[in-house]
């Protein structure tokens, strides 16, 4: 009788960008931006080309890739949120990875729970190094150790300037709050992206200089604010001409779209495409540009303390960004693939296939059970697949899930334009099989049904084409199903009645 396999138990090198597009990687199709070592790890590790987010906003999607669960099962459904509650039954990958021995640290942003007053309430995530830095509004002294970090290097004002304004929301009490926003003058050295990089190097050194008989796998999670809408420096701005940019996405018929949407349901609009969204476009890829320098600089430091052949590297994003697709901008409760169609790169010279783009869907709630496997953990529960089967080569990489889905429950906190309620509340599902695209914003009669293989940018909507009616109820249907076996299953089963 054959014995199971033992767990790997390799390093974890776990890089996070924020609002990061699939679309934004050369060896992946984009010839347009320069990531050298973005396609480094794709030469040497496993694409998966049709990775999706749990939900296009921040909270809702890191609290489900690190449980390996949709954000309706964990309550994890708000951005703003007072404390991530799933975590007592369901707890975090790295907790339960630190439980079995591993060292965890982390850099940048966690943001399963609110960040508005600081540094957000922490569950037991598992976390020994907790090097917190999420956005450059929260100021300084309320737990963003990167700003504190810039005033302690004198260099503060250097980086960001300070703005007052009014606002009923300021997280530190009464009126007046004061906005920082980042200088374009910004030296790269200071940046958010590079303070992340360094926190990830140094752990990564500490690690290796221990005596061996102290070592102990470990994981590394390098969560970087851009290319959120902050800024990148100048220098990398300008190394993309906007005009030399593709333009976004965009039909005259998609304003009639939103137009049907607009007073329903929440999300940015910037109307009819024209210069702001190509320069806005440049910065976008100039911060990319400095986040690949970065991930370079840190596959430089596995490669030099020797630990890069026991080490795997993922790279993803936790949602994306409209770049003003189809009239929209930022993020909000749409489902257009620039907004939850994300990278996702697994990176482990000779244990797992190299040069691979896995062509299967896939959601970045299989990075939790993935890990599980490697580790030798096994998850409390979880609604995502592993991914190493397609990784090591013992799997058809073109299958894996038959649909993918992503979740938009009340997510944003935000003030309804005037003349309509007090604020918006918008609920609404996606559902994605192999071909069809489904989009349902509840309690409207409107919604999207694309076809992908003949409309990939998501043009034509087919929701009411009478010749689509029956393709739409069965996908209805399909998608109702999906939503119910998500419901969360409430406290552990313990007997019949």
């Given at each position: 009788m054959n014995e199971p396999a033992k767990p790997l138990r390799p390093n974890i090198l776990w890089i996070c960008t924020d609002h990061q597009r699939w679309d934004t990687i050369r060896a992946l199709g984009n010839e347009h931006i320069n990531t050298p070592n973005l396609d480094r790890l794709c030469s040497e590790g496993?694409?998966?080309?049709k990775a999706y987010s749990q939900c296009p906003i921040c909270t809702p999607s890191r609290s489900s890739f690190l449980t390996g669960l949709?954000?309706?099962?964990i309550h994890g459904n708000v951005n703003g949120n007072e404390y991530f509650e799933g975590a007592?039954?369901?707890?975090?990958?790295?907790?339960?990875?630190?439980?079995?021995g591993y060292d965890c640290g982390l850099s940048g942003k966690l943001h399963i729970a609110s960040a508005w007053k600081g540094q957000e309430k922490r569950v037991d995530d598992g976390y020994r190094v907790f090097d917190y830095s999420h956005s450059h509004a929260q100021g300084r002294g309320v737990g963003n150790q990167y700003l504190d970090w810039l005033e302690e290097q004198g260099v503060f004002d250097e980086v960001f300037e300070g703005h007052e304004i009014e606002t009923g929301g300021n997280p530190l009490g009464g009126k007046a709050h004061r906005r920082y926003s980042m200088r374009r003058s910004c030296p790269a050295r200071y940046h958010q992206t590079t303070w992340c990089a360094d926190r990830a190097i140094d752990f990564m050194r500490g690690a290796a200089s221990r005596h061996p008989s102290e070592r102990r796998p470990w994981l590394f999670s390098v969560n970087i604010f851009d290319p959120h809408s902050a800024y990148a420096p100048l220098e990398y701005e300008n190394r993309y001409d906007p005009s030399q940019l593709p333009p976004p996405l965009f039909r005259e018929t998609d304003l009639a779209v939103q137009e049907?949407?607009?007073?329903?349901?929440?999300?940015?609009?910037?109307?009819?495409?024209?210069?702001?969204?190509?320069?806005f476009k440049a910065?976008?890829?100039?911060?990319?540009?400095l986040i690949d320098e970065n991930i370079g600089r840190m596959?430089?430091?596995?490669?030099?303390?020797?630990?890069?052949?026991?080490?795997?590297v993922i790279a993803t994003s936790d949602h994306g960004d409209s770049l003003g697709d189809h009239g929209l901008s930022a993020k909000g409760c749409r489902f257009y693939e620039g907004l939850v169609h994300v990278p996702l790169i697994l990176s482990w010279p000779g244990q797992l296939q190299q040069g691979l783009q896995a062509d299967c869907l896939a959601e970045l709630n299989d990075i939790a059970p993935t890990l599980g496997e490697l580790a030798g953990v096994e998850l409390p529960m979880t609604q995502g697949l592993s991914l190493l089967p397609i990784a090591t080569g013992a799997a058809d990489p073109n299958r894996l899930h038959d649909y993918?889905?992503?979740?938009?429950?009340d997510t944003l906190d935000m003030d309804f334009p005037?003349?309509?309620?007090?604020?918006?509340?918008?609920?609404?599902t996606m559902y994605r099989d192999e071909r069809y695209k489904l989009v349902v914003y509840h309690g409207n009669e409107y919604g999207e049904l694309y076809d992908l293989d003949e409309d990939p940018d998501e043009f034509d909507n087919l929701w009411e084409q009478s010749d689509h009616a029956a393709i739409k109820s069965d996908l209805l249907k399909r998608s109702f199903d999906a939503t119910v076996q998500a419901t969360d299953p409430g406290p552990r089963r313990i007997g019949r009645y």
């Open positions: 496993v694409a998966f080309t949709y954000p309706s099962t007592d039954r369901f707890p975090l990958i790295t907790k339960l990875l630190a439980d079995s049907r949407l607009r007073s329903h349901v929440y999300q940015n609009y910037s109307g009819e495409p024209g210069e702001r969204q190509q320069r910065t976008f890829y100039g911060m990319i540009e596959l430089d430091a596995l490669e030099e303390t020797g630990q890069r052949e026991n080490t795997l993918v889905r992503s979740e938009f429950y005037k003349g309509g309620p007090d604020r918006w509340q918008s609920y609404a």
